[in-house]
Each structure stands twice: as structure tokens, then as C-alpha cells.
């Protein structure tokens, strides 16, 4: 079954930064574009309609940042930037017709320089750019996922063109711009949590794996409390290969033995794990929101009588390189809300199966529709609505 749900989008303000230069100033987000050797910190302001970077590269060369329509040079829109021996900061604007050499946007300069130093063989350059230039030669940053890509020569420009970055490059999908602009982490650390979390777990050195791992919920709370945000905490060593995860409710009939919860390759698992694998709750794949805040009517019930007393957390690790024995501690944190909400708030999947009738897009429509029927015998179990019904 493929399931069809809502991702909320945006990353946190988490990570390791290895840049030995402190920021310009203080960003909304940041990320380690690359373990060691790039650093990317960012803000929207949505009323001047444009977004500020700092980029921070392990070189004393140019170093360059892009927003990719797919993923490659191809149309890609290019900020080009170094600084010289004497402190000036020189900065390009650049597009990428195919796969050789950016030409520089002759129509509109559309990224701005505004500071940029070098200091422990780093560069770091503060630029802006508008979201939309309405220029030919530069790609819209839209809400959601935006492909980043980034590269750095090893020496300032000697007649004001760029050398050949030959593998010093990379790509990373970031949603610039969230959808829905979550909070940030600060808003909920003096709350209680819990969280369901891997404990360096070996991720298989297989090209595809789902991984599962059964949790109980926890015990400590007498009285039903309600969950009023999560925040999904991939492993800053392993964002290369978390694809996605999902968190399922397994059903209130399931036991298991607490001292002996099933984890491993869901495959292996899947008898056992048949009550469970049904009704998800929180999914984030690459582009998601970390943080994700409910309505303030309604809060995600634990303890008390809440009938959901065993969750499974499945992960699909994509390892092309058949890396062995990399640990991983991905998982999710559930911050308890002081008071208790108006509502429990319950989570519904609807998903359609995966077939050449269900889910076929058809070919040159700039739109379609996907029906999917629910059988009256789904929706006379709805009981978590009302628990009495059952
Ligand atoms: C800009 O450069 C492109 C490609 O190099 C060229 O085809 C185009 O004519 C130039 N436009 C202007 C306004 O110079
Ligand atoms: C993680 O595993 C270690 C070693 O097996 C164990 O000592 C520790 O208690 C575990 N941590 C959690 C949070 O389960």
C-alpha cells in the first residue's frame, strides 16, 4: 500500500558546524553542507521578498553556491565568490546554460555580496538574493525542497575566470523556505519529552533497507498527557542515507515482550510486526520539517488510558556504497505541553494501492485526480474516535 500524507516542511537549527569563523550575524537556519568543509547558513524575510546566505567553505579559493532546477549544473543559477589577499570581496552572478563552465548572467547581477573575510584557510562570504528575480537566467526559490549545489576552487580567479572545480563539489536537498514555517527548537526546551531513537544501530551495508524497531510508549505518565510538537532527529553523521521514516501506532490488541522489542530489518520482522505496520503517524522524508507543532486546540495523547501502547519506528537507509557498520541514532522527539488540550488529536491514513489503475500519471497534463474509495468496513473501525464504539 502506498500511502498518501501531508510532509510539513523545513529544517531545524541543529547541527555541526566545523567552521572555525563566526557568522556575519545570528540566521534562522543552518546547515554542514559537507562534513569538514562547507557550511551554509540562511534566512527569508519574507516581507523584502529575499533570503540571505552565509557560506563558508575550507579554502582560500573562490567558493560558489547554487540553486539547481534538478539537481545538476543544467539551468542551475550560480553565486560565485572569493576574497582577495587584501580583504575585498568579489562576487559573480552566474548560470549554468549545461554542463560546462556557468556563464555570467549578462541580463541581471541578482546576487549581492554584502561581507566576506577569510581567516584559518576558510572563506566565508554573506550574499542575498531575491526569491523570485523574474530573471531568465536565475531560478526561482520556491517553498519547499530546493536543490542546493555547491563547489570551490583552490585559488582566487588569476584573470577573473573560474577554474575547473573538478570533484570539489556536492548537492544537497534543503527546503530553503518551509511551508508552513514551524517554530524553532527554543520554543519548547523547558517542556518534558520523550523520544524513540535508535541506540547505534548498524545500518546494513545493502544498497535499499527498511529498518524497524518496536518502542513502548512510555510509562511514567499516570495521567494522560498531550503532546504538543515533534521534532525528527536524524543523525547529523547519517543525513546521507536516512530517506525517510515513519512512525506506526501499533494496534491497542499487539503484545510483545518489553525486555526482548523486535529490531532489524523490518523483512525479518514481519510476522510479528503485522499489527503494528498500519496506521502511521509522524512521516518525514528528505525535505521535511524537523519540528512540527499541532494546532493549539489539540495535543498527541500518551499515558493515562491512551490506547496506544507500542509504536514501531521504520527507516529506509539508501547505502549505494554498501558502507559497513555505519551506527545510527536517528529518531523522534515528542515535547509534553504543560496543560492539557481541548482535544486528542489522532492520526488518519488514507493511501491507495500501488497499481496501473491506482497511481498512473498520465502523460503531458499539467494536473490530475487520484480516487481512492474507503470500504465501509475500514470506517466502521474507526474507533479512535470514540473508544466506547469498540
Ligand atoms: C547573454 O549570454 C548568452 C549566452 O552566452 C547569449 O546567448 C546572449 O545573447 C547574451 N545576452 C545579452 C543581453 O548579452
Ligand atoms: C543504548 O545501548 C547501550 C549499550 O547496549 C545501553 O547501555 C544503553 O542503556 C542504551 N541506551 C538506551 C537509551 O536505551
Not at 208 to 215: E, H, M, S
Not at 275 to 300: H, K, M, Q, S
Request: charged share 25%; aromatic share 12%.
Amino acid at each position: 500500500m502506498l500511502l498518501i500524507v501531508l510532509l510539513l516542511v523545513v529544517i531545524g537549527d541543529v547541527v555541526s558546524i566545523s567552521s572555525p569563523i563566526t557568522p556575519f550575524t545570528a540566521y534562522r537556519y543552518s546547515t554542514e553542507l559537507e562534513k569538514g568543509m562547507a557550511d551554509l547558513w540562511w534566512t527569508v524575510d519574507n516581507g523584502a521578498k529575499d533570503i540571505t546566505f552565509e557560506l563558508h567553505m575550507k579554502t582560500t579559493g573562490w567558493i560558489a553556491l547554487g540553486i539547481s532546477p534538478a539537481g545538476g549544473m543544467t539551468g542551475a543559477d550560480i553565486g560565485v565568490g572569493w576574497v582577495d589577499s587584501a580583504g575585498k570581496v568579489y562576487f559573480q552572478d552566474r548560470y549554468a546554460s549545461d554542463f560546462f563552465k556557468p556563464a555570467m548572467d549578462n541580463t541581471t547581477e541578482n546576487w549581492l555580496a554584502l561581507r566576506g573575510r577569510e581567516s584559518n584557510g576558510w572563506t566565508a562570504i554573506q550574499f542575498k538574493r531575491l526569491l523570485d528575480t523574474c530573471d531568465p537566467m536565475d531560478v526561482e526559490i520556491k517553498s519547499g525542497t530546493n536543490v542546493i549545489i555547491y563547489a570551490y576552487g583552490l585559488t582566487d580567479p588569476s584573470v577573473g575566470d573560474i577554474s575547473y572545480h573538478q570533484n570539489r563539489r556536492g548537492s544537497r536537498m534543503i527546503p530553503l523556505q518551509s511551508y508552513v514555517n514551524p517554530p524553532t527548537e527554543n520554543k519548547f526546551a523547558d517542556l518534558d519529552y520523550f523520544e524513540f531513537r535508535l541506540n547505534n544501530s548498524i545500518v546494513p551495508s545493502d544498497d535499499t533497507t527498511y529498518y524497524c524497531k518496536v518502542y513502548k510508549a512510555p510509562t511514567g505518565y499516570s495521567r494522560k498527557r498531550h503532546a504538543i510538537a515533534h521534532k525528527t532527529m536524524i543523525d547529523s553523521d547519517n543525513v546521507d542515507m536516512v530517506h525517510h521514516l515513519v512512525l506506526y501506532e501499533c494496534d491497542r490488541t499487539v503484545e510483545f515482550d518489553d525486555n526482548n522489542l523486535a529490531e532489524g530489518v523490518c523483512d525479518d520482522h514481519y510476522k510479528e510486526l503485522s499489527r503494528c505496520l498500519a496506521n502511521t503517524g509522524v512521516i518525514w522524508a528528505v525535505g521535511g520539517d524537523e519540528i512540527v507543532e499541532f494546532p493549539e486546540e489539540a495535543g498527541y495523547p500518551v499515558g493515562g488510558d491512551f490506547h496506544i501502547k507500542y509504536y514501531v519506528i521504520e527507516i529506509r537507509y539508501d547505502n549505494p556504497k554498501l558502507t559497513p557498520n555505519r551506527r545510527d541514532n536517528t529518531g523522534i522527539r515528542f515535547y509534553l505541553g504543560k496543560e492539557h488540550r481541548q482535544y486528542d488529536l489522532g492520526y488518519l491514513t488514507f493511501g491507495t494501492s500501488i497499481n496501473a489503475l491506482a497511481l498512473t500519471i498520465p502523460p503531458k497534463v499539467a494536473q490530475f485526480t487520484v480516487d481512492s474509495y474507503c470500504p465501509k468496513e475500514f470506517t466502521e473501525v474507526l474507533y479512535f474516535f470514540d473508544p466506547k464504539l469498540c
